[in-house]
């Protein structure tokens, strides 16, 4: 049993939460997910929610998902990749949180997500430059909330878990 949430932050695509979910498994800890509750509680997929709602709605959403999961034990939380962008929500899940960043390259985001459309940010003409540009917005703010950083460009999802598993024990 760990007291604390383990916290996983990065951009769309890292792997958040295939790895949260193997992570989950590996440490006997329940895996939660804030977009998936935010789609279950709103009925609504996250592209239905942004086209109905709009960005900001989305986003008030996840403010009280975050707060009320930073209250929660031992869970493996996967965040959406723009949560960084709430100092509140970064608060919250700190203060009850080992904080990890899956860091990918451009190039690697835009891989895994070559054929996703279920990220309306980045439904853009040039979705690669759309990632980069994104990516250097929010780059600051992962690696000033993370406790620790991982590279996911060079391990797989089941190694990651494995390795994060024992820095935190
Ligand atoms: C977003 C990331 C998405 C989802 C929404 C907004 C973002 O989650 O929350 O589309 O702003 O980066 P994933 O990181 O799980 O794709």
Redesign the pocket.
């Known amino acids: 049993m760990y007291n604390k949430n383990i916290v996983l932050i990065g951009?769309?695509?890292c792997g958040?939460?295939t790895i949260g979910k193997q992570l989950a498994k590996n440490c006997n800890m329940s895996f939660l997910d804030t977009?998936y509750i935010i789609q279950n509680e709103q009925k609504k997929t996250?592209e239905q929610i942004f086209n109905t709602f709009g960005e900001d709605y989305f986003r008030k959403m996840e403010k009280q998902v975050c707060t009320r999961l930073s209250t929660f034990k031992n869970c493996v939380i996967s965040t959406?990749?723009?949560v960084v962008k709430c100092k509140d929500c970064m608060e919250s899940l700190k203060k009850n949180g080992y904080i990890i960043y899956l860091k990918a390259t451009p190039q690697k985001i835009y891989e895994n997500l070559l054929n996703d459309n279920k990220?309306?940010?980045l439904n853009t003409k040039d979705k690669l430059s759309t990632i980069k540009t994104l990516l250097n917005e929010r780059e600051h703010l992962y690696t000033q909330y993370a406790d620790m950083v991982y590279n996911i460009n060079d391990s797989s999802p089941f190694i990651l878990a494995k390795n994060i598993k024992n820095s935190i024990r």
């Open positions: 951009f769309m695509g958040k939460t977009d996250i959406g990749g723009g990220r309306p940010l």
